[in-house]
């Protein structure tokens, strides 16, 4: 995990965090609405690796917790644990493909939407699945997965795949 | 001569990889990033328990209240360069809905006209008498409160949390449990307070109760949300035998009991009665309320901050942040 890498994934997920908040939550559709923070986690967790993708989405949690003043640690969780996961996946699989991780972003989208409501449910909230589903995380899921590409692209660009992340290898013949 | 050429090869899966840098580099990776995970994850799980377990005045709060005073001025920033473009998708979102509301206000518009002139002979006559009698009647909110005006810099982050942040805090004047309102009706309550933003927890939050009548048949009851997470609300507690028919109004009841007070100021209209019923089985009538005020749409709120020497007592039931 080098040091630019991590101060760049910092100033971009905070940044992403004020946006989310002040612009993109006013851009519902129903009750859902893109979340950018979480398409960024899983798109440098998918470039970098479990180990950065938890921490970049530690921290993301922890912004989006304080600047909006929710339960300090609930995003945090979600939002590591995405992170790992996706981590562990783009390992699995391979960080070269051209094709936006659309696989990653529907299954974060909704693992954190289940794990959310499972924290709040558990903390005392909660809301019908039916509006769950068909209200929340349909158009989030549908959101997040249009905005996906173009944001796995800026993440591309931002943080360019390693040698050995690109899967390629070099043989004498 | 043999020439010596150099093939890149794509690889399918990491596994050929792994073998070409070997093993145990691999491993020491993945037990690094599942170690780094593990802290974090119980650091998370243990930012929760303090956080829930503490007062409003504890570390974490405050830490918190720091982080959002460092990070409010870049959200006020984010909402002014947004208005526009927010604006512009409200705008769009609008049109969808605007051709049935069109006809709903048209024909709305043609009893309100009506209605203007009776309401404005009603509203001098009602001036006159009021002064005539001398009426005082409880709190009386005009003369207790003072309004500040500012913007919703952030909305509820999720259907769990009904709740928003806005840009004045206890530099404004501003103090927790003070109501929050819209000219259309009320909004909630502040729950939290920083030197340049507050929390407000709007009346559609599972945890607000809002003590309510029926200005037409003056039923009491409790306002609180609804069973579903839409913006309908319920007036729960009101007697079987009270009357409240579909199209009544409700507003706040601004309780006085000896020297405590509601923290709501009497009068302030909630939304309108759009069902009533009533089983065997219950003990209270249900009854659905819309409120007036659009929680979708909400750009600019004032809150009714006391005015020197107005006491109120903090009894209503409010949400209590664990």
Known sequence: MSGIDALKAGVLLLVAAVVQISLISYLRVADGYPDVVLVLVVSIALLRGPLFGACAGFWAGLVLDVASFQTLGLTSLLLTLTGYWCGRFGDATTRSSAHPPLIAVALATIAVALGSSLLHFMLGSSVPASELFGRVLLPTLALNLLVAYPLYRLCRRLFPPTQRARGEVSVAV | ?322
């Open chain 2, 1 to 322: 001569m043999p020439r010596e050429r150099t093939a890149r090869l794509p690889l399918l899966s990491s596994s050929s990889a792994r073998r070409a840098e070997g093993a145990p580099s691999q491993e020491r990776r993945a037990f690094k990033a599942r170690a780094v995970a593990l802290v974090l994850v119980l650091l998370s799980l243990a930012l929760i328990t303090i956080y829930l377990r503490e007062s409003n005045g504890g570390v974490l709060h405050g830490a918190q209240r720091i982080g959002l005073s460092v990070v409010s001025p870049f959200e006020v920033a984010g909402e002014r360069i947004a208005r526009p473009f927010r604006d512009g998708w409200g705008y769009v979102s609008d049109l969808f809905g605007a051709k049935h509301e069109n006809a709903k206000l048209r024909a709305e518009l043609e009893k309100v006209r009506a209605q203007a002139i009776q309401n404005l002979t009603a509203a001098q006559d009602n001036k006159q008498l009021r002064k005539q009698l001398r009426f005082i009647d409880g709190p009386r909110f005009p003369d207790n409160y003072q309004g500040v005006s500012t913007r919703v810099i952030a909305r509820p982050p999720n259907v769990y949390n009904q709740e928003i942040l806005i840009a004045a805090g206890s530099g404004a004047g501003v103090q927790v449990n003070d109501p929050v309102v819209t000219p259309e009706g009320l909004v909630g309550i502040v729950t939290a307070v920083t030197s340049g933003a507050s929390q407000v927890t709007l009346v559609t939050d599972q945890e607000s109760a809002v003590s309510a009548l029926d200005v037409e048949t003056s039923a009491a009851g409790i306002v609180r949300a609804g069973p579903s997470a839409s913006s309908d609300l319920v007036l729960d507690r009101v007697s079987k035998d009270a009357r409240v028919v579909e199209g009544d109004k409700v507003v706040t009841a601004g309780w006085t009991s000896g020297a405590l007070e509601s923290l709501y100021p009497r009068g302030i209209p909630i939304g309108v009665v759009t069902g009533v019923g009533q089983q065997d089985v219950d003990l209270y009538k249900r009854i659905q309320v819309t409120p007036l005020v659009n929680f979708d749409s909400l750009d600019d709120v004032i809150v009714l901050v006391p005015t020197p020497g107005a006491g109120k007592a903090k009894q209503e039931k409010t949400k209590q942040k664990p």
